[in-house]
């Protein structure tokens, strides 16, 4: 606050009064000190320069970066010319303002070069047709020349396609490691942004890193973040479409001499859009399925190698019986089982894992951990004879599932009770056995309907829509 004094003189009397009036002696009295406006003006003009050096390091900084003369500004520090990794009309990485935060870079996990790869082929079990599909990158990375003099090329993108957890990013690591070629790992959600140009130039970046490190493999994990089906004028998103015209173009735009191989992985394959399956782009598909009970054996044995088991059987036998358990399990469910019957085994002050620890683990997977829910004597009456229903139709009818287990204990995955089958892993199924699957569904609820004259209960909802 400034204060306009016409007479100082007079200011001063009034507030030596004032002081006196109010009882305190000279020593207490407010200081007065006096200043010139030359002073004032100094301090001014040393603050406006501390603001103006700030402002020029600023865009000198900007500047540099513009013109690739930064550090990490367009890939390797001190690259002369540009590949095609350009952004916004500079050398840079790309983005506006040549990048200026660094937002074009790709976050690309970079392994075989500092980061050495040691999965190989041995390390994933099953998935033998998908191993002898991708051998044939192996070989190309290895060895082109093989290749080339007899006019082939390899395909320039292959399509990992298959449910969550059956080993599609560690087949795609195994093909790296048995190469021996630098494996670059990204997301397809780490293109996606909301600024308009920045998933695109992190396209350009992470090729071009490809390109010098070539032969490489690049790997993008859930690709269907940014391939999804591009849509019309309305509706539509202009920054993953502009991400993916670029990662089309780049894939046009190397040819099969760099030794540059894009792999990429997706549940949902059906959302992809056409221009990313066509023939010189991602023009192969290797479907992954759930393993078999063969490759569940053998996936089974490499996570045993681990568990201390007990010597009532050899871990061969454990396998054999374990797979013969889970049907429809996934390698990453296979692995969980493992862990949770040796967290059972450890909780119960056990020396090894049993039998009895992996049915239960497989208990808590398919259904959670047990909750302890307060129930009726009429509420566990009615679960125990739909459980039984179920029982009883799969034990008299010709084509059900065999029964393996049921139980009313109540799960933390919201199931009262349910019935473990060991189903058949066939392909086709006949009118007969499609009927009395449907039986033994809704046999649940008949039981109630009979046992209870006529009154049915919720509980069949997931019976129904199963058979739905």
């Known amino acids: 606050m400034h204060l306009v004094l016409p007479q100082v003189e007079n200011f001063l009397y009034k507030l030596d009064l004032a002081q006196r009036e109010m009882g305190k002696v000279p020593n207490e009295f407010v200081p007065v000190k006096y200043a010139n406006e030359a002073s004032l003006t100094e301090s001014n003009a040393m603050m406006n320069f501390m603001i103006g050096g700030l402002y020029l390091a600023l865009m000198l900084r900007i500047y540099r970066r513009m013109h690739g003369k930064g550090k990490g500004s367009g890939g390797a520090k001190g690259a002369g010319k540009d590949s095609g990794a350009g952004g916004f009309g500079g050398k840079s990485g790309g983005g506006g303002f040549g990048d200026m935060f660094g937002m074009g870079k790709s976050n690309v996990q970079i392994y075989g070069v500092d980061k050495k790869i040691k999965t190989r082929f041995k390390h994933v079990a099953g998935m033998e047709n998908a191993k002898t599909e991708v051998m044939e990158f192996v070989d190309f990375l290895k060895d082109p020349k093989k290749y080339q003099k007899l006019g082939a090329s390899i395909p320039r993108g292959a399509l990992l396609v298959g449910p969550p957890g059956t080993g599609k990013t560690l087949l795609a690591k195994a093909v790296a490691g048995e190469a021996g070629v630098p494996f670059l790992s990204i997301a397809g959600s780490d293109f996606t942004e909301m600024f308009v140009g920045v998933g695109a130039s992190r396209v350009r970046d992470l090729f071009k890193k490809a390109r010098e490190k070539a032969p490489a493999i690049i790997f993008i994990d859930e690709i269907d973040a940014v391939a999804k089906k591009r849509h019309g004028k309305f509706g539509g998103n202009d920054e993953r479409d502009n991400t993916l015209n670029q990662l089309l173009v780049e894939m046009d735009g190397f040819s099969t001499e760099e030794s540059?191989?894009?792999?990429?992985?997706?549940?949902?394959?059906?959302?992809?859009?056409?221009?990313?399956?066509?023939p010189g782009r991602f023009d192969r598909q290797i479907?992954?399925?759930?393993?078999?009970?063969?490759?569940?054996?053998?996936?089974?044995?490499?996570?045993?190698?681990?568990?201390?088991?007990?010597?009532?059987?050899?871990?061969?036998?454990?396998?054999?019986?374990?797979?013969?358990?889970?049907?429809?399990?996934?390698?990453?469910?296979?692995?969980?089982?493992?862990?949770?019957?040796?967290?059972?085994?450890?909780?119960?002050?056990?020396?090894?894992?049993?039998?009895?620890?992996?049915?239960?683990?497989?208990?808590?997977?398919?259904?959670?951990?047990?909750?302890?829910?307060?129930?009726t004597t009429e509420e566990r009456k009615t679960i125990a004879y739909h459980e039984a229903g179920h029982a009883v139709a799969g034990w008299f009818l010709e084509f059900s599932n065999p029964l393996l287990k049921i139980?009313?204990?109540?799960?933390?995955?919201?199931?009262?009770?349910?019935?473990?089958?060991?189903?058949?892993?066939?392909?086709?199924?006949?009118?007969?056995?499609?009927?009395?699957?449907?039986?033994?569904?809704?046999?649940?609820?008949?039981?109630?309907?009979?046992?209870?004259?006529?009154?049915?209960?919720?509980?069949?909802?997931?019976?129904?829509?199963?058979?739905?």
């Open 260 to 278: 540059v191989i894009v792999l990429a992985a997706t549940n949902r394959v059906d959302i992809l859009d056409a221009a990313v399956l066509r």
């Open 287 to 375: 479907e992954i399925t759930s393993p078999t009970i063969k490759d569940r054996t053998e996936i089974f044995k490499v996570h045993l190698k681990k568990i201390k088991l007990n010597e009532e059987k050899t871990r061969e036998e454990y396998a054999r019986k374990m797979a013969s358990l889970t049907p429809g399990f996934s390698g990453a469910e296979i692995s969980n089982v493992c862990n949770e019957a040796a967290i059972i085994a450890a909780r119960d002050n056990l020396e090894a894992v049993g039998i009895k620890e992996f049915e239960k683990a497989i208990e808590r997977v398919i259904g959670g951990l047990e909750k302890k829910t307060i129930m």
């Open 407 to 468: 139980t009313i204990i109540p799960r933390s995955k919201g199931s009262l009770g349910f019935a473990q089958y060991l189903p058949d892993e066939i392909s086709l199924y006949s009118k007969d056995q499609i009927i009395d699957m449907i039986c033994t569904a809704l046999a649940g609820r008949v039981a109630e309907e009979l046992m209870f004259n006529g009154r049915v209960t919720t509980g069949a909802q997931d019976d129904i829509k199963k058979v739905t």
